[in-house]
C-alpha cells in the first residue's frame, strides 16, 4: 500500500535512510530538519511496516527564461529485505502521478552509482547534467565576506545563477541548508554534478519552448510508454503549441528521453538536422544538492 508518511512514520524513514544510506546522524538532521516534509514523502507499507521511501523535493528551474516549479527525487530507498518485489516501481511511478497533480512538469534526480542511469532510464529519465571538473563558487568565502549576514550572502550566491537558464534555482531556505552542510564537512570544493530529468507534462515544456522561440515551426511525435498523455503528436508554430492524437500526424519522432535532452538543451550540437538547427544547446546545471 502507498501512503504519504505522517508524524507518526517520520522515524521508520529516518531508519530506512540510516539503513540504506549509512549517513552520520548529523547529516541527516540537517536534511530532516530543512528538507523532509510528511507531504512530500511517499512510502510503500507492507505488512504494517514501510519498506520502501522517497522524498519528492520542491525546486524552481529555469527553464527557457521562465521559472518552472520542479520536483528533485531524493531518498530513493527500499529496505534490503524488501527488495526485487516492485515496491520501488510502484513509488516512481505514483510520484509521476502526484507531480501531475500538482501541476510540476518536470523531475530531476542525482544517480548516487553510474549503475542507477540505467535503472532511471526504464521510467523515462535522460541524462541532461554532466558532472563538472571545475570547483564551484566557494561558500566559505561567502560566508567570510559576509560574515554574520546569511540574508546577504545569499543574495551574493543568487546573483551567481538566477539568470543562468537550464539551471536549478536555491531559495534561502536552500542556501541555509547548503551552509549548514557544508560548515560541517568544513566548506569541501563542489562542483556540477551528473544529473537526470523526467518529463511530466510533455506539453507544457513544448508550450514554453514555443514561446521563448517562435521562429520555430516543427512537429514532435513524442512516444512515452508510461504517462500516455504525452504520447502524442505536438506541432510548434508561431509560439503556439497544438496537440493531435498520436499517431495521425507526421513528425520528428522522439521518445521521452530524447524530448528532455532536447528541450534542456544538452548536448544538442552533436545531433543530425534538423535536431541541431531546433534545439539550440545549452549548459544545464545542478548543484549543491546536499550530496
Given at each position: 500500500m502507498i501512503q504519504f508518511a505522517d508524524n507518526t512514520t517520520k522515524q521508520e524513514v529516518?531508519?530506512?535512510?540510516?539503513?540504506?544510506?549509512?549517513?552520520?546522524?548529523?547529516?541527516m538532521a540537517i536534511y530532516f530538519r530543512h528538507k523532509y516534509r510528511n507531504e512530500n514523502t511517499l512510502l510503500y507499507v507492507d505488512e504494517g511496516k514501510a519498506v520502501a521511501s522517497l522524498q519528492m523535493l520542491p525546486y524552481q528551474f529555469t527553464f527557457c527564461g521562465a521559472e518552472i516549479p520542479v520536483i528533485y527525487l531524493s531518498g530513493v530507498c527500499t529496505l534490503p529485505q524488501a527488495r526485487k518485489k516492485g515496491f520501488m516501481h510502484q513509488l516512481l511511478l505514483k510520484s509521476f502521478a502526484v507531480a501531475a497533480s500538482r501541476e510540476i512538469p518536470l523531475m530531476l534526480l542525482v544517480p548516487q552509482e553510474p549503475w542507477l542511469l540505467q535503472f532511471y532510464d526504464k521510467y523515462g529519465f535522460a541524462?541532461?547534467?554532466?558532472?563538472?571538473?571545475?570547483?564551484?563558487?566557494?561558500?566559505?568565502?561567502?560566508?567570510?565576506?559576509?560574515?554574520?549576514?546569511?540574508?546577504?550572502?545569499?543574495r551574493a550566491f543568487n546573483t551567481l545563477y538566477r539568470q543562468n537558464d537550464m539551471t536549478l534555482q536555491k531559495s534561502f531556505d536552500d542556501f541555509r541548508a547548503m551552509m549548514e552542510e557544508a560548515?560541517?564537512?568544513?566548506?569541501p570544493p563542489k562542483m556540477n554534478l551528473t544529473g537526470m530529468a523526467r518529463v511530466i507534462d510533455a506539453e507544457r515544456l513544448l508550450s514554453l519552448f514555443a514561446e521563448r522561440y517562435e521562429d520555430k515551426s516543427f512537429s514532435a511525435v513524442v512516444k512515452d510508454e508510461l504517462l500516455q498523455y504525452n504520447h502524442n503528436t505536438f506541432t510548434l508554430s508561431r509560439g503556439i503549441v497544438g496537440r493531435i492524437s498520436f499517431p495521425e500526424e507526421q513528425g520528428l519522432e522522439m521518445d521521452i528521453r530524447v524530448l528532455a535532452q532536447l528541450l534542456l538543451g544538452y548536448h544538442t550540437s552533436v545531433r543530425e538536422e534538423p535536431l541541431h538547427s531546433i534545439f539550440p544547446e545549452k549548459t544545464p546545471q545542478m548543484h549543491f544538492m546536499l550530496e
Amino acid at each position: 500500500m502507498i501512503q504519504f508518511a505522517d508524524n507518526t512514520t517520520k522515524q521508520e524513514v529516518w531508519d530506512m535512510w540510516k539503513t540504506c544510506f549509512g549517513d552520520p546522524d548529523d547529516y541527516m538532521a540537517i536534511y530532516f530538519r530543512h528538507k523532509y516534509r510528511n507531504e512530500n514523502t511517499l512510502l510503500y507499507v507492507d505488512e504494517g511496516k514501510a519498506v520502501a521511501s522517497l522524498q519528492m523535493l520542491p525546486y524552481q528551474f529555469t527553464f527557457c527564461g521562465a521559472e518552472i516549479p520542479v520536483i528533485y527525487l531524493s531518498g530513493v530507498c527500499t529496505l534490503p529485505q524488501a527488495r526485487k518485489k516492485g515496491f520501488m516501481h510502484q513509488l516512481l511511478l505514483k510520484s509521476f502521478a502526484v507531480a501531475a497533480s500538482r501541476e510540476i512538469p518536470l523531475m530531476l534526480l542525482v544517480p548516487q552509482e553510474p549503475w542507477l542511469l540505467q535503472f532511471y532510464d526504464k521510467y523515462g529519465f535522460a541524462q541532461t547534467f554532466d558532472s563538472g571538473t571545475d570547483p564551484l563558487p566557494s561558500l566559505r568565502a561567502l560566508t567570510e565576506a559576509h560574515p554574520g549576514d546569511l540574508h546577504v550572502a545569499y543574495r551574493a550566491f543568487n546573483t551567481l545563477y538566477r539568470q543562468n537558464d537550464m539551471t536549478l534555482q536555491k531559495s534561502f531556505d536552500d542556501f541555509r541548508a547548503m551552509m549548514e552542510e557544508a560548515a560541517l564537512y568544513n566548506y569541501p570544493p563542489k562542483m556540477n554534478l551528473t544529473g537526470m530529468a523526467r518529463v511530466i507534462d510533455a506539453e507544457r515544456l513544448l508550450s514554453l519552448f514555443a514561446e521563448r522561440y517562435e521562429d520555430k515551426s516543427f512537429s514532435a511525435v513524442v512516444k512515452d510508454e508510461l504517462l500516455q498523455y504525452n504520447h502524442n503528436t505536438f506541432t510548434l508554430s508561431r509560439g503556439i503549441v497544438g496537440r493531435i492524437s498520436f499517431p495521425e500526424e507526421q513528425g520528428l519522432e522522439m521518445d521521452i528521453r530524447v524530448l528532455a535532452q532536447l528541450l534542456l538543451g544538452y548536448h544538442t550540437s552533436v545531433r543530425e538536422e534538423p535536431l541541431h538547427s531546433i534545439f539550440p544547446e545549452k549548459t544545464p546545471q545542478m548543484h549543491f544538492m546536499l550530496e
